[in-house]
T-cell receptor, first 114, second 116 residues
Framework: DAGITQSPRYKITETGRQVTLMCHQT?????MFWYRQDLGHGLRLIYY???????DKGEVPDGYVVSRSKTENFPLTLESATRSQTSVYFC?????????????FGDGTRLSIL | AQSVAQPEDQVNVAEGNPLTVKCTYS??????LFWYVQYPNRGLQFLLK??????LVKGSYGFEAEFNKSQTSFHLKKPSALVSDSALYFC??????????????FGKGNQVVVIP
């Protein structure tokens, strides 16, 4: 039972570079989410997706792009990385049939932008 | 809008003592409430949820939580803390009325330190 996997686990890049964080889930969950976790801010929602080809903005979407061509994949792209985007990024998924279902999280990508 | 407050940044407790992590919430309708735990370098793990019915909810690893509608609280409890319970704990809420998009509002988290 692979669950939800994120890659890479660690990434160092430079300002202005494009970087893509990958997220893959094996449950066929309809909902997927991207969060960033920063000290003092808890978890903040960047983007989410209700199904393939349906995405929507969360609290902090600026500077990020998402796509979802297949149910199981939900990549997050930083088009031109900035130092303020240094963070730990978490992907999550949940069933879509009932809104009382918990979200299930990957182990995160620790991204450092120099 | 839905929101969660976790008033204490850190909770220190001696091993074997009762552990309580506090959470209050704000929603326009009735809530779905969740607790998650995060260990170092790991993602959040689901512990338990309140949907409806019995106000006392039991979850994983001996944890339970009590829903109190009049106080809009959902405190996490464990009768006897273990050193291995040291972790970051998050409370989360979803409004049943606007819950169709499955979004959760998370608190900022409480660091629990269990002292041997």
């Amino acid at each position: 039972d692979a669950g939800i996997t994120q890659s890479p686990r660690y990434k160092i890049t430079e300002t202005g570079r494009q970087v893509t964080l990958m997220c893959h889930q094996t449950w066929s969950h309809s909902y997927m989410f991207w969060y960033r976790q920063d000290l003092g801010h808890g978890l903040r929602l960047i983007y989410y997706s209700a199904a393939a080809d349906i995405t929507d903005k969360g609290e902090v979407p600026d500077g990020y792009v998402v796509s979802r061509s297949k149910t199981e994949n939900f990549p997050l792209t930083l088009e031109s990385a900035t130092r303020s985007q240094t963070s730990v990024y978490f992907c999550a998924s949940s069933r879509g049939d009932y809104s009382n279902q918990p979200q299930h999280f990957g182990d995160g990508t620790r991204l450092s932008i120099l | 809008a839905q929101s969660v407050a976790q008033p204490e940044d850190q909770v220190n407790v001696a091993e074997g003592n009762p552990l309580t992590v506090k959470c209050t919430y704000s929603v326009s309708g009735n809530p779905y409430l969740f607790w998650y735990v995060q260990y170092p370098n790991r993602g959040l793990q689901f512990l338990l949820k309140y949907i409806t019915g019995d106000n006392l909810v039991k979850g994983s690893y001996g944890f339970e939580a009590e829903f109190n509608k009049s106080q809009t609280s959902f405190h996490l409890k464990k009768p006897s803390a273990l050193v291995s319970d040291s972790a970051l704990y998050f409370c989360a809420v979803r409004d049943k009325v606007t819950g169709g998009n499955n979004r959760l509002a998370f608190g900022k988290g409480n660091q629990v330190v269990v002292i041997p």
